[in-house]
C-alpha cells in the first residue's frame, strides 16, 4: 500500500480507506492520541490508538520526536481540532527520540536556543513554515523570470574580482598556511596557488551577469554570495542568497519597473500559495507583538502587510529629495539620530531608511541617484557629473531589501572611474571589453533573498529564515 503524504490526506481525504503514513511524534497525549506530522504540511493528522491492540513496549517508544508509521483507518473525527483522523490497527516504530535528551519539547522555545538546535529546529511549526515559504518564494522567482524571457545564468562562485568593490572577501586558496611561498619582496606569491592568482569567494555575480546580458539579452543570477563584513546584525549573513537580473538596453527606470513587478509577483505567489503557513505565522508574530512596547509594534497583520506592499506603488525619491526630507526631520532637528543628516553626499545609515520608509512615506520606497562617491564604481554616471543612476528599494521592518543600477556602458568614462579608485584595469580588461565590442545601455539589481524572506514571514532575525546561518564567529553545521 502506498504511503500518504499528510498535505495529500487532507486535500481530498479518502475518508474509510485504509491508509498508511510517516512522520515524526508532535504529542502523544493520555497513551491515546497521537500527534503526527511529516513536513509536507503544517497540520498534523490524529492518529487513535486503542492501547489493548497494542504492546505496551511499543507504545512506551512512541514519544515526541520518534518517527514512526502508522497504517489505520481514516474516518471523520469526533474530536475538535481536526476534520478527520486515523483509527491505527498498525504501528511501525522507525527511530524512537529519548525524551530525556531530545531537544524539541511541545513547548515554547526561545530563537536562540534553535539555533544552537538548527538541525533540529525545522521540526517545529515556525521553522517548518518558515522553510515552506523559502522554498514556494524562490520557485516563485524562477517562475517570474522564465515566464517574462529571462535565462538562468550560472555565476561562478570562485572568482578573481570583487565586484562591490568593498574588499570584503573569504579567499580561497590551497597554499600551505604555515609556510607559504614568498615572492622576491617578501609578499605570498599567490602565482603558485591553485588558480595561479588570488581568488575569492564571490560576493555577487553581477559582473559576470553582465557580460551574459550583453549577449542573451535577459539573464539572472539565484546563488549563494559570500561577504566577509564583520556586521553582527539581524540583516546581515555572511552567506546569503542573492537573485540578480540584468537586462541588456534597459535603462534605470526599466530596472525599477522590472525590480518593482518583480517582488509584487512573488509576493502574490506566496499569498495564494502559502495561505495555511502564513496565517500561522501572522498570529504567531502577533502573539509576539504582544510582548512589545506599543511603539514598536508593526500596524499592520502579516498578511494584510503583504497585500499591501503587493497592491500599492512604491514611491519613488531622488537621493536629493531624501536628504531634504531628513534634513528637516523631526528625529534629525531633535539630534535623535545617531548620525546626523547635516548636508548633501551623506551616506545613508539604517535609521535614516527606515524613517523614510516606515514614519514619513509608509510605504515601499525607491531611492535613486544616490552620489557617486558612496556607490560601487560600475554605476552611470549622470550628467551632472556628481550622481550615479543608482537605486536602492527599502521596505518596512528591513531596509535595503534591493540594491542596483543602470551601469556605465561608456568605455572612457568607466575607465577614468576605475583610474580614480585605484582599481587596476588589468583585473577589469573582460569587463572593459564589453564596453569595446557591441556596448549598450544596460541595468539590473541585486534582491537579498534571505531580508525577502524575513519580510514574507515576518522573522526578526535573519539567521531564522536560512537553513544554517554562517555569522561572525559562526559556522556550526
Ligand atoms: O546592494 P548590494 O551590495 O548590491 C550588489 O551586490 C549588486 N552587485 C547587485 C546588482 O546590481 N546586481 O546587495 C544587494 C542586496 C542588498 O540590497 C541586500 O538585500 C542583500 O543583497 N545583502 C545582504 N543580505 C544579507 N546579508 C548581507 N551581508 C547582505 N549584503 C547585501
Ligand atoms: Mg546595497
Known amino acids: 500500500m502506498n504511503a500518504y503524504s499528510i498535505k495529500e490526506l487532507l486535500s481530498s481525504p479518502p475518508l474509510q480507506k485504509e491508509v498508511v503514513i510517516n512522520g515524526w511524534v508532535k504529542t502523544f497525549r493520555s497513551n491515546r492520541f497521537i500527534a503526527l506530522n511529516d513536513g509536507s504540511t503544517l497540520s498534523n493528522v490524529q492518529c487513535v490508538v486503542d492501547f489493548d491492540k497494542f504492546e505496551e513496549n511499543l507504545l512506551k517508544q512512541i514519544a515526541t520526536g520518534a518517527a514512526i508509521r502508522v497504517t489505520g483507518t481514516l474516518v471523520e473525527s469526533q474530536g ?55 522554498s514556494a518564494l524562490a520557485f516563485a522567482v524562477h517562475q517570474y523570470f522564465q515566464q517574462n524571457g529571462f535565462y538562468y545564468f550560472h555565476a ?60 542573451l539579452g535577459k539573464v539572472y543570477t539565484f546563488g549563494p554570495t559570500f561577504r566577509a563584513e564583520n556586521s553582527n546584525t539581524s540583516r546581515h549573513l555572511a552567506e546569503f542568497w ?16 522590472l525590480a518593482e513587478d518583480f517582488i509584487k509577483s512573488i509576493i502574490n505567489y506566496i499569498l495564494k500559495n502559502c495561505e495555511e503557513d502564513l496565517s500561522f505565522l501572522e498570529k504567531r508574530l502577533l502573539d509576539e507583538e504582544k510582548t512589545k512596547p506599543q511603539a514598536e509594534r508593526s500596524d499592520m497583520p502579516l498578511i494584510e502587510k503583504l497585500k499591501f506592499v503587493a497592491d500599492n506603488e512604491f514611491k519613488r525619491v531622488s537621493y536629493t529629495d531624501a536628504i531634504d526630507i531628513l534634513r528637516n526631520s523631526k528625529p534629525n ?44 564604481f560600475y554605476m552611470r554616471l549622470n550628467e551632472d557629473g556628481k550622481t550615479v543612476r543608482a537605486m536602492d528599494i527599502l521596505f518596512p521592518g528591513i531596509g535595503e531589501i534591493v540594491g542596483g543600477s543602470q551601469r556605465e556602458e561608456r568605455l572612457e568614462v568607466l575607465r577614468n572611474k576605475i583610474k580614480a579608485l585605484d582599481i587596476d584595469e588589468k583585473e577589469l580588461w573582460w569587463y572593459l571589453d564589453l564596453r569595446r565590442f557591441g556596448t549598450a545601455k544596460h541595468s539590473g539589481f541585486g534582491l537579498g533573498f534571505e531580508r525577502m524572506v ?5 522573522m526578526g532575525n535573519i539567521r531564522d529564515v536560512i537553513p544554517f546561518p554562517r555569522t561572525p564567529q559562526n559556522a556550526e553545521f
Open 80 to 134: 475538535r481540532g481536526q476534520s478527520v483522523e486515523i483509527q491505527a490497527s498498525e504501528i511501525f516504530i522507525h527511530g524512537t527520540a529519548d525524551p530525556e535528551t531530545y531537544p524539541i519539547q511541545p513547548k515554547k522555545h526561545s530563537m536562540e536556543f534553535l539555533r544552537e538546535q538548527a538541525h533540529l529546529r525545522v521540526r517545529t511549526n515556525t521553522f517548518a513554515a518558515v522553510m515552506r515559504v523559502r
Open 156 to 215: 561562478p562562485i570562485i572568482t578573481g574580482s570583487d565586484a562591490e568593490g568593498a574588499g570584503e572577501m573569504f579567499r580561497v586558496t590551497t597554499l600551505d598556511e604555515k609556510t607559504p611561498p614568498l615572492d622576491e619582496s617578501g609578499e605570498v606569491d599567490y602565482k603558485s596557488d591553485f588558480f595561479g592568482k588570488e581568488t575569492n569567494l564571490t560576493v555577487s555575480g553581477q559582473l559576470e551577469a553582465e557580460s551574459y546580458a550583453m549577449g
Open 242 to 257: 542573492m537573485i540578480e537580473p540584468e537586462v541588456a538596453f534597459a535603462d534605470l527606470d526599466d530596472n525599477m519597473d
Open 333 to 376: 532637528k531633535k539630534k535623535k539620530f545617531q548620525y546626523l543628516i547635516n548636508e548633501w553626499g551623506a551616506d545613508l545609515q539604517s535609521e535614516h531608511e527606515r524613517y523614510l520608509v516606515e514614519k514619513h512615506f509608509k510605504c515601499p520606497v525607491i531611492l535613486f541617484d544616490y552620489p557617486a562617491n558612496i556607490k560601487a
Open 454 to 458: 524575513q519580510f514574507a514571514t515576518g
